[in-house]
């Protein structure tokens, strides 16, 4: 169909003019040419009927709004959406940033509490709603690791018409719950609200609600179906988890070194995102234990984020990790165990993925299976506070040391084999100096572990006071200095932040 625009109008009153003088056309396209030769000598003022009248017609069509998809929907409508969706997310992420800062001024960010929420659903019907099937929701804090939760599932009663084969396919593939009307749960939309209402209200204040950045919008069209009769007494405030992460570990960073190396929201959803605690044991709710399927039940995908934040923020406010709060109960937190396979990120990979190497690795935990492998492998001994070796702590040390050059030796190995197939790509000349690095580093590594046995366990002579009984927080508001170097190890920046070599 020709557009409608001032020409369009034309050919119209041409076609009709010409018809009523006995001219015959079968179609508009006959007309086109011969209207578009008189179209072509007319002035603008001899135009300007035809397109105002092309003009009136477009508000006609779209009540008076402007432009319209062919959809029928007015291109103003669209765009002021969009421009209502940017401008919620920009307040949503200053509300975070205000929320943060705040508590870190008052020097309470360790004690502030934060909501992690996390929902499953059966099915989005036709208009746009998520049916929900499970809630979940976590009260987190740095300090106290998970301090509460509320978990329930909820039945929304029977389906829609067309429905059913949409959310049998989605539980299938998720949360694996019965469908209605067996669904299990609270039916009562209102006993669902005042649970929540119960759990969160805060000085009749509904706090900030996190959740991954993907789940946001269903989230919040869960939480308005279940609270509609409240929303004109509260205001619902969804925000991406990755926001919240981002700036607690900006600020945390600030409080140990008064200055932040964390690059980006980017990459505080990527770590979320790799979740290294995806398939822990014991966190989730009875139904999806028994059903051996953990990583969809959003009681413990809450309780994960929560492993996440604590796993990359409270060593930098020398907050010691409790098991069962801020780490799974069978992870091992002595930070002397080595849980990174360096070799590992000697290929190229993106420095994207280099924060975390895979699901069974954490920054300073390792899930223990059997015999502890620290207890049999790594003296007990590094970290804040940590005690020196006592009687028979050189013996202890020796075999440390042993254990660590021979885990460096593979390593070696390994990069030496990885170095040699990536051969072909690389210059031959910096080769040679990244493995002469690379030789250097580890022969100190283990010349430090020997000198540890030596000196009674510490690594820094007899008469001098090891790192490990040293205040790491930096010299962020007087709480002690940072160390003037620290032991080398190849390869590794930080407190297990993997570094490419390049």
Same mark, same amino acid.
């Given at each position: 169909?020709?557009?409608?625009?001032?020409?369009?109008?034309?050919?119209?009153?041409?076609?009709?003019? *010409?018809?009523?003088?006995?001219?015959?056309?079968?179609?508009?396209?006959?007309?086109?040419?011969?209207?578009?030769?008189?179209?072509?000598?007319?002035?603008?003022?001899?135009?300007?009927?035809?397109?105002?009248?092309?003009?009136?017609?477009?508000?006609?069509?779209?009540?008076?709004?402007? =432009?319209? &998809?062919?959809?029928?929907?007015?291109?103003?409508? %669209?765009?002021?959406?969009?421009?209502?969706?940017?401008?919620?997310?920009e307040r949503l992420k200053k509300l975070v940033s205000t929320l943060v800062m705040n508590a870190a001024s008052k020097n309470v960010l360790e004690k502030q509490e934060f909501y992690f929420i996390s929902m499953a659903y059966f099915c989005r019907?036709? &208009?746009?709603?998520?049916?929900?099937? *499970?809630?979940?929701?976590?009260?987190?804090?740095?300090?106290? @690791?998970? =301090?509460? =939760?509320?978990?329930?599932?909820?039945?929304?009663?029977?389906? #829609?018409?067309?429905?059913?084969?949409?959310?049998?396919?989605?539980?299938?593939?998720?949360?694996?719950?019965?469908?209605?009307?067996?669904? /299990?749960?609270?039916?009562?939309?209102?006993?669902?609200? /005042?649970?929540?209402?119960?759990?969160?209200?805060?000085?009749d204040d509904m706090p900030l609600l996190f959740t991954d950045e993907t789940d946001v919008p269903r989230v919040e069209s869960m939480l308005e179906h279940i609270l509609s009769d409240h929303l004109s007494e509260i205001e619902l405030r969804i925000?991406?988890?990755?926001?919240?992460?981002?700036?607690?570990?900006?600020?945390?960073?600030?409080? /140990?070194?008064?200055?932040?190396?964390?690059?980006?929201?980017?990459?505080?959803q990527q770590i979320i995102t790799k979740d290294v605690y995806d398939y822990t044991k014991g966190i989730s709710c009875d139904y999806h234990e028994e059903k051996d399927n953990v990583l969809y039940c959003p009681l413990s995908r809450c309780i994960?984020?929560?492993?996440?934040?604590?796993?990359?923020?409270?060593?930098? /406010?020398?907050?010691?990790?409790?098991?069962?709060?801020?780490?799974?109960?069978?992870?091992? &937190?002595?930070?002397?165990?080595?849980?990174?396979?360096?070799?590992?990120?000697?290929?190229?990979?993106?420095?994207?993925?280099?924060?975390?190497?895979?699901?069974?690795?954490?920054?300073?935990?390792?899930?223990?299976?059997?015999?502890?492998?620290?207890?049999?492998?790594?003296?007990?001994?590094?970290?804040? @506070?940590?005690?020196?070796?006592?009687?028979?702590?050189?013996?202890?040390?020796?075999?440390?040391?042993?254990?660590?050059?021979?885990?460096?030796?593979?390593?070696?190995?390994? %990069?030496?084999?990885?170095?040699?197939?990536?051969?072909?790509?690389?210059?031959?000349?910096?080769?040679?100096?990244?493995? &002469? *690095? +690379?030789?250097?580093?580890?022969?100190?590594?283990?010349?430090?572990?020997?000198?540890?046995?030596?000196?009674?366990?510490?690594?820094?002579? #007899?008469?001098?006071?090891?790192?490990?009984?040293?205040?790491?927080?930096?010299?962020?508001?007087?709480?002690?200095?940072?160390?003037? *170097?620290? #032991?080398?190890?190849?390869?590794?920046?930080?407190?297990?932040?993997?570094?490419?070599? +390049?």
């Amino acid at each position: 169909m020709p557009k409608k625009n001032g020409f369009f109008y034309f050919m119209l009153d041409y076609k009709k003019r *010409e018809e009523a003088k006995g001219r015959k056309f079968s179609g508009l396209d006959q007309v086109a040419p011969i209207a578009g030769e008189v179209w072509k000598k007319m002035n603008a003022q001899q135009r300007e009927p035809y397109n105002v009248q092309a003009k009136q017609d477009v508000l006609n069509t779209s009540g008076g709004k402007g =432009k319209i &998809t062919n959809i029928g929907i007015p291109i103003s409508e %669209i765009t002021q959406e969009k421009r209502d969706r940017e401008s919620k997310a920009e307040r949503l992420k200053k509300l975070v940033s205000t929320l943060v800062m705040n508590a870190a001024s008052k020097n309470v960010l360790e004690k502030q509490e934060f909501y992690f929420i996390s929902m499953a659903y059966f099915c989005r019907t036709n &208009t746009g709603v998520h049916l929900p099937a *499970e809630l979940a929701v976590v009260r987190y804090s740095l300090e106290g @690791g998970v =301090k509460d =939760k509320l978990h329930m599932f909820i039945n929304p009663g029977r389906l #829609p018409i067309g429905m059913a084969y949409d959310a049998q396919r989605h539980a299938e593939e998720d949360h694996q719950l019965p469908l209605p009307p067996n669904a /299990m749960g609270v039916s009562d939309y209102g006993d669902v609200a /005042m649970r929540l209402f119960s759990f969160l209200l805060q000085n009749d204040d509904m706090p900030l609600l996190f959740t991954d950045e993907t789940d946001v919008p269903r989230v919040e069209s869960m939480l308005e179906h279940i609270l509609s009769d409240h929303l004109s007494e509260i205001e619902l405030r969804i925000c991406p988890l990755a926001e919240l992460f981002f700036r607690l570990k900006q600020n945390v960073e600030l409080y /140990m070194m008064d200055q932040t190396t964390f690059p980006s929201v980017y990459i505080a959803q990527q770590i979320i995102t790799k979740d290294v605690y995806d398939y822990t044991k014991g966190i989730s709710c009875d139904y999806h234990e028994e059903k051996d399927n953990v990583l969809y039940c959003p009681l413990s995908r809450c309780i994960r984020w929560a492993y996440i934040i604590s796993d990359n923020c409270c060593q930098d /406010m020398g907050i010691e990790p409790i098991p069962g709060k801020h780490v799974p109960l069978n992870a091992n &937190t002595n930070p002397t165990a080595c849980t990174y396979d360096l070799s590992s990120f000697v290929s190229a990979h993106d420095d994207r993925d280099s924060f975390v190497s895979g699901s069974n690795v954490s920054r300073f935990t390792n899930p223990l299976t059997g015999d502890s492998y620290a207890s049999s492998q790594l003296p007990a001994s590094a970290g804040r @506070g940590a005690k020196r070796f006592g009687p028979g702590g050189s013996s202890r040390a020796n075999s440390s040391s042993s254990a660590v050059r021979s885990h460096f030796e593979s390593v070696e190995e390994s %990069i030496n084999t990885n170095s040699s197939l990536e051969s072909s790509s690389l210059e031959s000349s910096s080769q040679s100096d990244d493995k &002469t *690095e +690379l030789h250097e580093s580890l022969k100190r590594s283990a010349a430090w572990e020997s000198n540890s046995s030596m000196a009674g366990g510490s690594a820094w002579g #007899p008469e001098t006071k090891s790192p490990a009984s040293s205040s790491f927080r930096g010299a962020g508001r007087g709480r002690g200095q940072l160390l003037d *170097e620290f #032991p080398p190890l190849a390869g590794v920046g930080g407190r297990g932040r993997a570094r490419r070599f +390049l």
